[in-house]
């Protein structure tokens, strides 16, 4: 008996720790490890000082949350670039479930979503169907994709 839930490639999670609720993230099962947009991270001798999003994201509150436990890790992007990166363990919510899960800290300021979900979170819980989605996750996604194009546009005039 299979007992995976069907997710689509974009869905709605929520951050309980971070008081993240429904923050849209992109699904990819070709992540090995899921990762989470900060603006800020620093080494201190108490831990990883980490701040989550960034400005312009309704998710951005500025304040930092210190992590005693982390570890650094070598993520190869899409492209093959190989890109050092500390990591975390945060609870997520995705579909009803609650997984503790590591998710790599990255600028994600440049991506239609601000968090991307890997296969660390998807093995043996989920199956994704790409054609699933919902009318609010096209819209966020179009929203995000013009915001960026703005931005672009704006960088090549100058």
């Given at each position: 008996m299979n007992?995976?839930?069907i997710i689509g490639k974009a869905e709605e999670i929520s951050l309980p720790e971070l008081q993240a609720e429904t923050v849209c993230a992109r699904v990819d099962t070709g992540a090995k490890t899921s990762a989470i947009w900060?603006?800020?991270v620093k080494e201190t001798s108490e831990g990883l000082e980490v701040t989550f999003f960034?400005?312009?994201s309704p998710f951005?509150?500025?304040k930092s949350v210190l992590f005693g436990t982390?570890?650094?890790t070598v993520v190869a992007s899409s492209?093959?670039?190989m890109e050092r990166r500390y990591k975390?363990?945060?609870l997520i919510e995705i579909s009803g479930r609650r997984i503790r899960a590591g998710f790599t800290l990255a600028d994600r300021s440049a991506q239609v979503y601000p968090i991307l979900v890997?296969?660390?979170v998807l093995r043996g819980k989920f199956l994704v169907d790409v054609s699933l989605g919902s009318e609010a996750m096209r819209d966020h996604e179009k929203q995000r994709s013009n915001i960026l194009k703005g931005g672009l546009k704006k960088e090549i005039e100058k």
């Open positions: 007992d995976k839930q900060v603006s800020k960034g400005p312009g951005y509150t500025g982390y570890s650094e492209n093959g670039a975390v363990r945060l890997g296969r660390n």
